[in-house]
């Protein structure tokens, strides 16, 4: 799929970085590909944090914006937060 706008909601900032959640049915291998952030280039600064769920497995991932040219986006490969359920 593509990044989807509604998906995106910033959480907090402060110091020009910001805490962003993201949900998506985009599984994170598509998410971290440089460019899926493009449009919205104007509101990541390199060094925001982001959560990514993936709604469709579900998973989380946190991941950090590495670049930011003002029309390209990259993000890190992002640290999947493991969950077990053990009963």
Request: glycine share 10%.
């Amino acid at each position: 799929m593509a990044y989807s706008a509604s998906g995106l909601t910033r959480m907090a900032g402060g110091g020009g970085h910001s805490l962003w959640f993201y949900d998506s049915t985009d599984a994170m291998t598509v998410v971290r590909a440089s460019g899926y952030f493009n449009d919205a280039a104007s509101m990541l600064n390199v060094g925001d944090a982001i959560f990514v769920l993936d709604s469709d497995a579900p998973t989380l991932s946190v991941s950090l914006v590495l670049s930011n040219t003002g029309s390209v986006v990259d993000i890190a490969d992002g640290t999947a937060i493991t969950v077990t359920d053990t009963d």
